[in-house]
């Protein structure tokens, strides 16, 4: 249970970063950064759902997809909350883009990205905390 509630932190932490990042930000190079967090934060909290009901996190970036497909198709988390899945797919696509490779960002993108790392919170907070 305390691992599940570190990954939950972190990602609670890495969502809070890129907010201010957003609310503190002027430039191209600043929203990335937010990105960039706000993916972490994404992958985080599927962290702790994996932890919570498959015992294990994924080692690799794309396992973190096939993780979250596992919870669906294992109905750990029901059929409905599959809409996530690409939330998660997208997180793990992108992520080299924003942290290695320089792929600029906008305000725009940026709050979309924090949007949907608050959604994926969400979510994980809600069948983590059952």
């Not at 932190?9 to 990335?32: C, P, R």
């Not at 992958?43 to 669906?72: P, T």
Request: aromatic residues 10%.
């Amino acid at each position: 249970m305390a691992e599940i509630e570190k990954a939950l932190k972190e990602s609670e932490y890495w969502f809070k970063a890129a907010e201010h990042t957003i609310e503190t930000a002027g430039s191209e190079e600043a929203y990335t950064v937010a990105v960039a967090q706000a993916i972490h934060s994404i992958i985080k909290a599927n962290d702790a759902l994996a932890l919570k009901y498959l015992g294990e996190i994924a080692k690799r970036h794309d396992q973190a997809v096939q993780f979250f497909h596992r919870l669906i198709v294992e109905n750990k988390i029901p059929q409905n909350e599959a809409v996530y899945k690409d939330i998660i797919m997208l997180a793990v696509q992108e992520k080299s883009k924003f942290d290695y490779s320089g792929t600029s960002s906008s305000k725009a993108k940026a709050k979309h990205w924090l949007a949907d790392a608050d959604k994926f919170l969400k979510l994980a907070r809600k069948y983590c905390e059952k």
